[in-house]
């Protein structure tokens, strides 16, 4: 039950794209298509962005889109805007019922 | 409109104990798996713990077992923890969340426990 691995920061200016990585092992991301990925603005509850690795929830931008490749999820942001600035966590299913969040990632809008 | 409500949270001693409630509406709660998950003062988030849709199956995260009681009662459309041998590192806000298929789909906006002498 090991956090997941996300880079502490990414930054980029509006209306450029930015990604972050996600990595698990095979037991957790690589092992099942159970990824999600949260924005949290402070003093704020999280809020569903992506789930299933790729799906994004009715009223969700298109900007926001996610992908997997082996043991390491992504999503990306294109066309970042102002409001986007916030903190991201992945999180994925590991199996037995049980689920691991990412370290977070903060994304600063330059 | 779904709405969870968590209540509960406070200030208590090492050692000591407490229960976490949250009230759930705009859905129909006895469908649903639920968790808790927990995040440090500026530290990420945690999976807690969760439960199945009749209560008989819970599941958590090393941390907390032996320590911590996830239950529910559908007729109640409530969800609880109960927290016993509270240490300084459960110091956290504990959100109360409805799942979907592998996902968690909706968010509390949290109750706050601290744990200190």
């Known amino acids: 039950q090991s956090a997941l691995t996300q880079p502490r920061s990414v930054s980029g200016s509006p209306g450029q794209s930015v990604t972050i990585s996600c990595t698990g092992t095979?037991?957790?991301?690589?092992?099942?298509?159970?990824v999600s990925w949260y924005q949290q603005h402070p003093g704020k509850a999280p809020k569903l962005m992506i789930y299933d690795v790729t799906k994004r929830p009715s009223g969700v931008p298109d900007r926001f889109s996610g992908s997997k490749s082996g043991n390491t999820a992504s999503l990306t942001i294109s066309g970042l805007q102002a409001e986007d600035e916030a903190d991201y966590y992945c999180c994925s299913y590991a199996g037995s019922h049980t689920y691991v969040f990412g370290t977070g990632t903060k994304v600063t809008v330059l | 409109e779904v709405q969870l409500v968590e209540s509960g949270g406070g200030l208590v001693q090492p050692g000591g104990s407490l229960r976490l409630s949250c009230a759930a509406s705009g859905f129909t709660f006895s469908s649903d798996w639920m968790t808790w998950v927990r995040q440090a003062p500026g530290k990420g988030l945690e999976w807690v713990a969760n439960i199945n849709q009749d209560g008989s199956g819970t599941y958590y995260v090393d941390s907390v077992k032996g320590r911590f009681t996830i239950s529910r009662d559908n007729a109640k459309n409530s969800l609880w923890l109960q927290m016993n041998s509270l240490r300084a590192e459960d110091t956290a806000v504990f959100y109360c969340?409805?799942?979907?298929?592998?996902?968690?789909?909706?968010w509390g906006q949290g109750t706050l426990v601290t744990v200190s002498s």
């Open positions: 969340a409805r799942h979907g298929t592998g996902t968690i789909v909706s």
């Open positions: 095979s037991s957790d991301v690589g092992g099942y298509n159970y």
